[in-house]
């Protein structure tokens, strides 16, 4: 994506508890002469912050043009990650352009494809499965999560079903309180006044 120079761009991961979450980014700055996006940006670094649902700071560190930052989640939820590069040019100066390549994986470790070649055929196979039962585990903990929030949200929507119920059966009793009144009225007024 593109941002200006000291412009402030974050997603929101939804991010299950106990999860490592691993970012890397490249930043690529726009260059007037070549009309074109430098291979790198030298002496520009990038402010990483990663804020948990409930607004508290768990990462907050400057890197450089080039970088990959990761964090453990601790709570279950919506986690904002934002990236802010450090330029020191005053706001109306800073109208560079910014190309970032951003990626963010979750719940995933990675083999040193080195480590695999150098091994024989056996480990190979042995870092393998530990690489398949750590997907396993990932997605059994993924599933809990969703399962949790279907859950919430099923009380949730009973609950509103509940009070839905109770307000109309409150409605119906005024309702008809108000018509027996009226009736009871009318009646006492036409006595009142000999009409019947």
């Known amino acids: 994506f593109h941002s200006g120079e000291r412009e402030e761009k974050c997603i929101i991961e939804d991010v299950p508890s106990d999860t490592l979450v691993t970012g890397s980014y490249k930043v690529q700055r726009w260059d007037m002469h070549k009309q074109g996006f430098l291979d790198s940006a030298p002496g520009l670094g990038m402010f990483v912050t990663v804020a948990t649902p409930s607004d508290e700071v768990i990462l907050s560190k400057l ?3 080039t ?16 990236l802010q590069s450090n330029s020191t040019r005053l706001v ?6 910014l190309r970032i390549h951003w990626d963010i994986r979750v719940g995933e ?13 056996v480990n190979e196979v042995n870092l393998r499965l530990e690489y398949l039962l750590e997907q396993i585990h990932h997605i059994s903990k993924e599933q809990n999560y969703e399962r949790e929030r279907e859950e919430k949200f099923r009380k949730t929507s009973e609950e ?22 009226q009736i009871k009225s009318l009646r ?3 006595i009142a006044k000999k009409l019947v």
């Open 63 to 65: 890197y450089g043009p």
């Open 67 to 82: 970088a990959t930052f990761s964090f453990t989640s601790y709570q279950s939820g919506e986690h904002t990650i934002c």
């Open 92 to 97: 109306a100066f800073a109208g560079s352009k």
């Open 109 to 121: 470790h990675f083999l040193d494809e080195a480590i695999v070649q150098a091994k024989d055929k």
């Open 160 to 181: 509103t079903n509940s009070n839905i119920l109770w307000w109309a059966v409150v409605q119906t009793l005024i309702l008809t309180s108000i018509g027996i009144w």
């Open 188 to 190: 006492d007024f036409f």
